[in-house]
């Protein structure tokens, strides 16, 4: 149901490339470290090391012209483990389990103290003997280590500011382009994953950077977008509510008018009223 591996020496090579999907919750430490391992569509660089995290049924590979060799700790735990703590329902609140290959955690000196502290004393737990209170302490610790990681990853938000600013500034070239393009508008509204596609980060990492940017989530980014977009039409157009509702992609123009209100406490009409 658990198990921690402390990989002094991994080397994983194969004459075919191999490909496994795991059961268990998977967090990997991984530092002086070559090659590459797969994982969904693309690659972990373990050059850098960092921390890795990866839900049940995640498809992971390695490269079998390379081979992968690492140092580093890696924890299994089944969800059954934790299905009957809080951490079982808690666990989908951090989405970094869901983030892509390039989206590691890269820990400082201190954190990786805190993050090696935190697996040794699992280690500790794991080789004591076994009584009523040991599932309690190790999950304990599972969380106090999410926790962590949570923190850790909304610092590396902030310390690689260059990057996240590089990454909203392709969000709002991308959204201006569609919503500036007829063509694309016919499609319908544009959606979270569509987004992340196009600026090359998962849906979930997508979420959290601008939440930490600019306070909202990717969702809600695409609606002040909308909005934007909406306003400029109404003040720049003569168009019916309707016919704006079809031009942003809107299905049903009550979708459009319940979301207007929502966001500006004004229905379209009123908001287009209010200007003259």
């Not at 007829?182 to 998962?202: I, M, Y």
Request: hydrophobic residues 35%; proline residues 2%.
């Amino acid at each position: 149901m658990i198990s921690l591996v402390d990989n002094k020496i991994l080397a994983v090579k194969a004459e075919t490339n191999n490909s496994f999907l795991l059961d268990f919750y998977k967090i990997s430490y991984k530092y002086s470290t070559n090659g590459k391992m797969g994982y969904g569509q693309g690659y972990y660089d373990f050059n850098e090391g960092g921390l890795m995290f990866t839900s049940p049924n995640q498809l992971i590979f390695t490269d079998n012209e390379e081979g992968t060799e690492y140092h580093g700790y890696t924890l299994f735990f089944h969800p059954d483990f934790i299905r009957n703590y809080p951490l079982g329902k808690n666990i989908k609140k951090y989405g970094f389990f869901s983030y892509d290959t390039n989206e590691a955690l890269h820990l400082s000196d201190s954190e990786k103290t805190t993050i090696i502290g935190l697996l040794n004393s699992i280690d500790n737990e794991l080789h004591t003997a076994i009584d009523e209170m040991s599932q309690d302490v190790i999950i304990s610790y599972i969380d106090v280590l999410l926790n962590y990681s949570n923190r850790f990853y909304k610092r590396q938000f902030i310390t690689r500011k260059t990057v996240s600013n590089d990454l909203l500034l392709k969000v709002e070239n991308t959204l201006n382009d569609y919503f500036n393009n007829a063509e694309t508008l016919k499609r319908g509204l544009p959606s979270v994953d569509f987004l992340a596609s196009q600026v090359n980060v998962s849906s979930h990492y997508l979420s959290d950077m601008l939440r930490n940017l600019t306070g909202q989530n990717a969702q809600q980014h695409i609606h002040s977008k909308l909005i934007e977009k909406s306003k400029d039409f109404l003040m720049t157009t003569n168009l019916s509510v309707a016919e704006i509702a079809y031009q942003l992609g809107f299905e049903y123009p009550q979708s459009f008018s319940k979301l207007f209100k929502k966001k500006t406490t004004l229905t379209p009409l009123e908001f287009k009223n209010s200007l003259n």
